[in-house]
């Protein structure tokens, strides 16, 4: 399984961007967030997450952002066998 790649557009004392990039099969590696967080997806399509209490595959929608709080761990991957999935990261600091 391939690394998807993210691309740091923003770090300050108060935020950080990142857009992460994946291709079919590619993920973050597993992680832990520590900062709140919210998605803003890019492209419509899903994720795979494994997490510390099992494993789910969610929906993402062009526009459609979603808010998480710090803590959340978890690994990150495109289920899709054809498509990119993209996304925008905003961390607050």
């Known amino acids: 399984m391939g690394a998807a790649t993210p691309t ?10 990142t857009e992460w990039r994946f ?7 597993w992680h ?6 919210v998605v ?12 510390p209490d099992g494993e789910r595959t969610i929906d993402i929608v062009l526009g459609t952002p979603y808010f998480r709080e ?5 690994d990150v991957i495109n289920p899709s066998e054809t498509d990119d999935v993209i996304f ?4 607050m600091k």
Do not use: F, M, S
């Open 8 to 17: 740091q557009l923003i770090d300050n004392e108060r935020v950080r961007v």
């Open 23 to 29: 291709k079919p099969g590619e993920a973050t590696g």
């Open 32 to 37: 832990r967030h520590e900062y709140d967080y």
């Open 40 to 51: 803003v997806p890019v492209t419509t399509g899903q994720l795979h997450l494994k997490e």
């Open 70 to 74: 710090e803590g959340v761990e978890h």
């Open 88 to 91: 925008i990261e905003v961390e």
